[in-house]
């Protein structure tokens, strides 16, 4: 894996689950980050969190895989929130034209009271 990628899951409580990614989110990383998230939500994790705090380094595949996410996770009528991103990964995500489509927040906190209010009201 490209610049130590790395991830982790932080909380998994059906339908919730938060998983912490880190190092530089490269080709191999995203297909890797892909196939776990989906894994997830195929077994009932339906409502997803990410925490990418500590990726230093995005490339355009990673956010190609973040926008992936978001669809597949909608397609299975869940919640997808990406929280406390780097002033370089939003950089790059700006500069490929992505925040629009991307729901990203300040931070895990808020993400999860995101997924928490769509859940009780939606």
């Given at each position: 894996m490209g610049r130590d990628f790395w991830l982790r899951e932080k909380q998994r409580q059906r339908p919730l689950?938060?998983?912490?990614?880190?190092?530089?989110?490269?080709?191999?990383?995203?297909?890797?980050?892909?196939l776990h998230c989906t894994a997830l939500c195929d077994a009932?994790?339906?409502h997803l969190v990410?925490?990418?705090?500590?990726?230093?380094?995005?490339?355009?595949?990673?956010?190609?895989?973040?926008a992936a996410l978001t669809y597949d996770i909608l397609e299975h009528g869940g919640v997808f929130?990406?929280?406390?991103?780097?002033?370089?990964?939003?950089?790059?995500?700006?500069?490929?034209?992505?925040?629009g489509f991307l729901n990203i927040v300040s931070d895990v906190g808020e993400a999860i009271a995101r997924v928490n209010n769509v859940t009780v009201t939606g």
């Open positions: 689950a938060v998983v912490e990614v880190g190092g530089g989110l490269e080709s191999e990383g995203a297909v890797e980050l892909h009932g994790f339906t990410l925490d990418l705090s500590a990726v230093t380094f995005i490339v355009s595949s990673g956010v190609g895989t973040l929130q990406i929280a406390a991103l780097s002033e370089p990964v939003i950089n790059v995500i700006d500069l490929l034209g992505s925040r």
